[in-house]
């Protein structure tokens, strides 16, 4: 096994010299030289072993001859190990964070009572893994894995699905939250990227402000925020428009597709239509504003998919109810006019398309699967940065969100467990941020969310009006490093 192993580890070294010399800080002299003493070493190997069989051999030749295998071994462990970071950067982030909730006025889908509950001692881990490459000039990766579990738990929210596993609590195995490319071909006639893979798309502006960091997605946070597979193309106005950091982004996903579970290149018998996802954003920096950003939105989902099996149990229908539209236009600024306030202003608007079909007698944003509603949303805030050195520059915020009746978007992978931006209702929200060093910080926050309407965050059916209310305290530790 031995000499199977130090002969593949020869071939990986060469080929690594050969197709990593950008990456490697070996000289190819010393490769070769490895090389040679790796062939001399398996010789001696091939005789002592004839030895030992035969009875000539020395255990004191052998054991020595082991120890210099094992020298060459760390020696190759060291290359490769150092080969994979110069390749790729890691860094990691931890959040631990215990809510308070209390919720009146609930109303439980399974048997549609209605009931007040409460958690007030909900504590959470959330570990994630950030990745990011230079392959080359021109060609960028990005990938984080996460782990979001409560304390103590072991399964999965029956809510989960392929646009929130990361985001959502559920047991303690690895998510795929975003892994991607960037490649910006050369000799383009215009700027042009095109990114493929698990995009970046979720925890979008204005979202950075409240979770303390630089932005996190391409997309406003209002109109989408989730894990999603696709391909975008970006190209580059700003030698065009004179418009710093502007650009128009082509978007093409997908929200869900219906495989064979066995032969998963092939369609399910059932015949479900994929919901396929197509997008345009139109984004730059507020012309005359310094670090500032407005985003129009456009996107048109066709074929929405609803499963009802998490709602209703064995009374489960699945069917595409029809297409949804959604524009947006969002904007903010940091440190307006030098005053240590950051703004922002996000406003929505979606518009249901229905195809006659219904689950469990509820159809797109409508209970009889014809009519076709429209909703639109809200959503302002603002941020103070306190000048302090002695207290490591805290800050304060407040958010205030309102969507209408019929108001969706797609945020099922919200960093707040409750989906605050999908509310139909009123949302008040304030927080206070203490940083502690460049890698720690405490967040400090209460949330107020009233429900005017029922089915918040869900595009099938009409529940009319709703009572509920949430309030929510929570106390959170981030390390990021």
């Known amino acids: 096994m031995k000499k199977i192993m130090l002969t593949a580890s020869a071939v990986l070294l060469w080929s690594g010299c050969l197709h990593a010399q950008d990456t490697i800080t070996m000289p190819v002299?010393?490769?070769?030289?490895?090389?040679?003493?790796?062939?001399?070493l398996q010789k001696r190997v091939d005789v002592l072993e004839h030895d030992k069989t035969s009875g000539k051999g020395d255990d004191k030749n052998i054991a020595k001859l082991e120890k210099d295998v094992d020298n060459i071994y760390n020696t190759l462990d060291q290359v490769e190990s150092k080969s994979l970071q110069d390749m790729v950067n890691f860094g990691a982030e931890l959040r631990t964070?215990?809510?308070?909730?209390?919720?009146?006025?609930?109303r439980y889908l399974s048997d549609n009572s209605i009931q007040n509950t409460s958690n007030d001692n909900s504590w959470s881990n959330r570990f994630r893994i950030n990745m990011d490459a230079k392959i080359q000039k021109n060609l960028l990766f990005t990938g984080r894995l996460s782990v979001y579990k409560n304390f103590a738990d072991s399964d999965t929210s029956s809510m989960a699905g392929d646009s929130n596993n990361a985001h959502l609590t559920?047991?303690?195995?690895?998510?795929?939250?975003?892994?991607?490319?960037?490649?910006?071909?050369?000799?383009?006639?215009?700027?042009l990227a095109i990114t493929f893979g698990r995009h970046p798309s979720s925890e979008g502006p204005p979202f950075e402000m409240k979770e303390n960091r630089k932005r996190q997605s391409t997309y406003p946070g209002?109109?989408?925020?989730?894990?999603?597979?696709?391909?975008?193309?970006?190209v580059g106005l700003e030698r065009y428009t004179g418009w710093k950091n502007s650009g128009l982004r082509l978007a093409y996903g997908k929200a869900y597709q219906d495989d064979d579970n066995v032969e998963s290149y092939l369609n399910n018998a059932s015949s479900y239509s994929d919901t396929n996802v197509f997008a345009a954003f139109l984004e730059?920096?507020?012309?005359?504003v310094?670090?500032?950003?407005?985003v129009l939105s456009a996107l048109k989902a066709t074929s929405m998919y609803a499963d009802t099996t998490p709602l209703m149990g064995g009374a489960a229908e699945q069917a595409n109810l029809g297409d949804m539209?959604?524009?947006?236009?969002?904007?903010?600024?940091?440190?307006?006019a030098g005053s240590n306030f950051d703004i922002f202003l996000s406003t929505g608007l979606n518009k249901a398309n229905p195809n006659g079909q219904t689950v469990n007698g509820m159809g797109l944003l409508s209970n009889d699967g014809i009519t076709d509603h429209a909703g639109w949303a809200a959503y302002a805030g603002l941020r103070y940065n306190i000048q302090s050195a002695r207290f490591n520059n805290p800050k304060v915020g407040f958010e205030f969100n309102h969507g209408s009746d019929y108001w969706f978007s797609f945020t099922s992978g919200s960093t707040e467990l409750y989906n605050k931006l999908a509310v139909r209702g009123d949302v008040y929200d304030v927080y206070y941020i203490q940083p502690f060093n460049d890698n720690l910080f405490m967040r400090l926050g209460y949330t107020m969310a009233d429900y005017n309407y029922g089915m918040s965050g869900f595009h099938i059916g009409d529940a009319g009006d709703s009572t509920e209310t949430l309030r929510n305290g929570y106390l959170l530790l981030d390390a990021r490093f």
């Open 325 to 336: 539209e959604l524009y947006g236009i969002h904007a903010q600024a940091n440190n307006v």
């Open 29 to 40: 002299e010393d490769y070769k030289a490895i090389l040679q003493q790796l062939q001399t």
């Open 290 to 294: 310094k670090d500032s950003l407005i």
């Open 170 to 191: 559920g047991d303690n195995t690895v998510k795929l939250d975003r892994a991607y490319i960037d490649w910006i071909p050369e000799g383009m006639p215009v700027p």
């Open 222 to 234: 209002l109109l989408f925020d989730g894990e999603a597979d696709g391909v975008v193309a970006t």
């Open 284 to 288: 730059t920096e507020i012309p005359g």
């Open 97 to 106: 964070r215990v809510d308070n909730f209390k919720v009146k006025n609930h």
